[in-house]
Structures are given as structure tokens and as C-alpha cells.
């Protein structure tokens, strides 16, 4: 599966963004989807996670309560809408995806497949 990631920009802190991700193929349905992002001098973190249906997501204690992550498989995309964005979530937010059997959402970057190309999100202060 391709992904291309789209919806990043410029906040300042207490505003609001959704990004987007669009997968190709028939097949999307199939595949556990999740949000990571990386800071200046960081490495990538797990942000949060959606099993192939929908029913189950998973998130970093830094964005509990102010992100929410969604999915649409008859568009093939998948959603991280993020509300009272701070300066801490400045960073490149790439999503991926993997196949799963058994519809596992994992947080580390080993686990997944395939990736979006990234794209930049900046909260100024």
C-alpha cells in the first residue's frame, strides 16, 4: 500500500489540525494504521494507533484528550485530528501501516510496513 500524508501547517499554540493519510489499493481495510511523529533532534515516537475496523485506538499519554484518530476504508484514509496543539507537538508526522492477522495496533516503529512521506506540523508559541 502507498501513503500520502497531507494537512500539516502552522498553529499557534491552542489551535487545531487534521491531517490526513490516503492509501491506495483494495486492501486498505486490511491494515492496522497509526500516526508517529519526530521532533528536531528526536526520534520517532508512536503518536496513536486504529485497528483495521475502527473499534479499537490507542494513544501517547502526551496527546490523550486532545487528538483523536479515525478511519474511513471506503476512502481509504485515515484521520489524526488534533486540537490544543502546544510547541512540544512540533514535529515531522508520518503515518504507516501493517498488515496485521491479528488486528494488533503497535507502537514501535520496527512494526510497520509501509510510510507516508511526512508532513510538517509547527505550533508556535
Known amino acids: 500500500v502507498q501513503l500520502q500524508a497531507s494537512g500539516g501547517g502552522l498553529v499557534q499554540a491552542g489551535g487545531s489540525l487534521r491531517l490526513s493519510c490516503a492509501g491506495s489499493g483494495r486492501t486498505f481495510s486490511t491494515y492496522c494504521m497509526a500516526w508517529f511523529r519526530q521532533g528536531p533532534g528526536k526520534e520517532r515516537e508512536f503518536v496513536s494507533g486504529i485497528r483495521r475496523g475502527g473499534g479499537g485506538t490507542h494513544y501517547a499519554d502526551s496527546v490523550k484528550g486532545r487528538f483523536t484518530i479515525s478511519r474511513d476504508n471506503a476512502k481509504n484514509t485515515v484521520y489524526l485530528q488534533m486540537n490544543s496543539l502546544e510547541p512540544a507537538d512540533t514535529a515531522v508526522y508520518y503515518c504507516?501501516?501493517?498488515?496485521?492477522?491479528?488486528?494488533?495496533?503497535?507502537?514501535?516503529?520496527?512494526?510497520?510496513?509501509?510510510w507516508g512521506q511526512g508532513t510538517q506540523v509547527t505550533v508556535s508559541s
Open positions: 504507516a501501516a501493517v498488515y496485521n492477522v491479528y488486528d494488533t495496533v503497535f507502537q514501535t516503529t520496527d512494526k510497520y510496513d509501509y
